[in-house]
């Protein structure tokens, strides 16, 4: 294939959309001066971010095509990096300390010698190497977000366009509702509750928790500094780390060898979470509900994301032909 020079690359985004043309680098801007007005700087991350969204807009009309797939994606990256400049000020003031707790301690409690514990109180006692390294594996955002990035891509390359525009929403929309629920109800997780008790510490910074060990197992940083970082301490319900997995599940079942791994991987994804000390398994109900809700709404608003296959009628007997 002929590679396209530069001539041809203006003319196309002349052809192009006025959104591409003149919506995007004047969205890019004000971003920039937000962020630089807010943070007082900009970071790599936020330029990075608008050369990416300037290049799909600007590239070929390839990849503005592909930028139906790709912006959900940067979008979800832009609102969940801006919630550190906001979450204090949006977050209702009462933080529910206890509720998650106890919920899981009454009906999933398990009977120890030491007496009742909580699903995570009891994992956090009984650890092992190869689950330290295997659900430490999982949890990283290489994989719980890289799935649903590859998927997406995947289905719009083999034309599956209408479904991977669907996932691609939906998922972007299943955590926007879950930053929504973070400020509603924000919830300490368990590792919050086991080190500081039932006290409501603003000034608590984000733990990796039990994702620590598997940094020590590696001997990399990698756990500490991205959940190190987390924009919110208290945002535990509902876990968006299970919604990425299961909706790459639901939306990529029809795949026979994706499935298989697919269903693998989110059993994995949801042990790790308790097992982590990320997550009371209340967090990952809500997260289930948190998915199939917006999968619902796109569904009764814009139909089903792929058409359903009109079936013939039956022929009748006297009719069947010779």
């Known amino acids: 294939m002929k590679a396209m020079g530069l001539r041809e690359r203006v003319e196309q985004a002349r052809r192009a959309h006025p959104f591409f043309r003149i919506g995007v680098p004047l969205l890019c801007a004000v971003y920039l001066a937000v962020v630089k007005a807010v943070a007082g700087h900009l970071g790599p991350e936020h330029v990075a971010?608008?050369?990416?969204?300037?290049?799909f807009a600007?590239?070929?009309?390839r990849s503005r095509n592909l930028a139906r797939i790709a912006y959900p994606f940067l979008l979800w990256a832009l609102v969940y990096d801006s919630m550190r400049w906001y979450a204090d000020y949006s977050r209702s003031p009462i933080i529910h300390l206890h509720e998650p707790y106890t919920f899981d301690l009454r009906f999933f409690g398990i009977h120890t010698p030491q007496g009742v514990l909580t699903p995570n109180e009891y994992f956090q006692i009984h650890t092992s190497k190869a689950l330290d390294l295997l659900?430490?594996?999982?949890?990283?955002?290489?994989?719980?977000i890289g799935e649903s990035v590859i998927l997406a891509l995947y289905l719009f390359f083999k034309g599956q366009t209408r479904l991977a525009e669907r996932f691609a929403w939906v998922f972007v929309?299943?955590?926007?509702?879950?930053?929504s629920l973070y400020y509603l109800y924000p919830a300490a997780p368990p590792w919050y509750v086991a080190t500081h008790g039932f006290v409501a510490d603003l000034s608590v910074h984000a733990s990796a928790a039990g994702a620590l060990r598997f940094d020590q197992f590696v001997g990399l940083p990698i756990m500490q500094g991205f959940y190190g970082k987390s924009a919110d301490v208290f945002g535990a319900i509902p876990s968006l780390h299970v919604v990425y997995p299961m909706l790459a599940l639901i939306y990529g079942f029809r795949l026979p060898r994706f499935r298989v791994v697919a269903v693998l991987y989110f059993l994995l994804?949801?042990?790790s979470a308790v097992y982590l000390d990320h997550h009371y398994l209340i967090d990952l109900f809500v997260g289930y509900l948190d998915a199939l809700l917006v999968m619902a709404v796109f569904r009764g608003l814009f139909g089903p994301a792929e058409?359903?296959?009109a079936t013939s009628p039956?022929?009748?007997?006297?009719r069947v032909p010779a």
């Open 49 to 55: 971010l608008v050369v990416l969204v300037m290049g």
């Open 58 to 61: 600007f590239w070929s009309d």
């Open 135 to 144: 659900c430490g594996l999982a949890y990283t955002p290489f994989f719980f």
């Open 173 to 179: 929309w299943s955590n926007f509702l879950g930053f």
């Open 269 to 271: 994804v949801c042990f």
């Open 307 to 309: 058409p359903i296959a």
């Open 314 to 318: 039956e022929p009748q007997p006297d």
